[in-house]
């Protein structure tokens, strides 16, 4: 079976830990050409050292970055095909009373103005060049069922995911997709920030007991989820959130309680109780 990247070209950001260099690792992996993008460029050169792909030192809230980042890619590659826009912020957990000019910057400058420039600079390199093209953005499950204590990353990956499905209806007939990996919180640097408790083994613990499949999610859960995504095994898939977590609708044995009781409807004993999780499928129109 041929890689599934063969001949592909991908920036990835943030790709000098984390999720990023596991998507990096995996693209690589999987036959494409990869120029690793991050603000670190001691741990950028060393993951690219490491992959055998190329760097870049960049700010993705920064227009002459991206335009910089495009200009090398090509330059070395020959074109471009695959953004994976991974870079990403958070504050710590805190009441969103609490929360600084400085944190709400933080979170729309990296997570969301990113989104926008990247997209500003290269969608125009695809169109001039009757290329199809890939985006996949790195939001959050906080997209979809945000925590409390986290306000604005909340908002700032919601942002992400709306702006990619608009996106994805603009583009479409120019065969540009876009959709988003939504992972839950992952073993990364970042995962001290968002406990909004000590960071200690009893309280991470406690946070992973929320997690339906009882774990973190991994650089190589998440690669795997982008790789699709980036692949022509997703050709047809456009404008989608794809969550890197136990969905809702699968239930877990927390889901399952016995309540005794005395009397309902004239019955008396132990009531099994299921509290039953209902997704709709919102279809668009044909």
């Known amino acids: ?56 030192v960049a ?30 912020a958070t504050y710590s957990n805190k009441p969103t009373t609490s929360v600084t000019d400085a ?9 969301v103005k990113s989104i926008y420039l990247s997209t500003d600079v290269i969608v125009p390199y695809f169109l001039n060049n009757n290329r199809p093209g890939v985006f996949v953005q790195i939001s959050s499950t906080a997209a979809i069922r945000p925590r409390p204590g986290l306000t604005w990353y909340n908002a700032s990956k919601g942002a992400v995911s709306i702006a990619s499905k608009s ?8 065969q540009i997709r876009f959709n988003t990996v939504c992972p839950v919180v992952g073993s ?9 408790k000590p960071d200690t083994e009893e309280n991470r613990a406690a946070f992973v007991d929320t997690i339906p499949l009882r774990r973190p999610s991994t650089p190589a859960d998440v690669a795997n989820a982008c790789c699709y995504l980036a692949s022509d095994e997703a050709a047809f898939i456009t404008g989608v959130d794809l969550e890197v977590r136990l969905h809702p609708p699968c239930m877990s044995m927390a889901d399952v309680v016995y309540k005794p009781t005395t009397t309902i409807s004239g019955y008396a004993g132990n009531v099994l109780i299921l509290r039953v999780h209902v997704a709709f499928l919102m279809l668009g129109s044909t």
């Open 1 to 56: 079976m041929a890689p599934r990247l063969e001949g592909k070209v991908a920036i990835v950001t943030g790709a000098a830990s984390g999720f990023g260099k596991g998507i990096a690792t995996k693209f690589v992996q999987e036959g494409a050409k990869v120029l690793v993008a991050d603000l670190s460029e001691e741990s950028g050169l060393k993951v690219a050292k490491e992959l055998g792909c190329e760097f870049i």
């Open 167 to 174: 996106m994805a209806a603009e583009f479409g007939p120019k």
């Open 188 to 196: 990364t640097g970042m995962t001290h920030l968002f406990l909004g």
């Open 59 to 88: 700010d993705v809230t920064q227009r002459k970055q991206w335009e910089e980042i495009l200009h090398k890619v090509t330059d070395i590659f020959g074109g471009l095909d695959i953004v994976v826009n991974n870079a990403g």
């Open 103 to 111: 944190d709400f910057d933080l979170v729309m400058n990296v997570n």
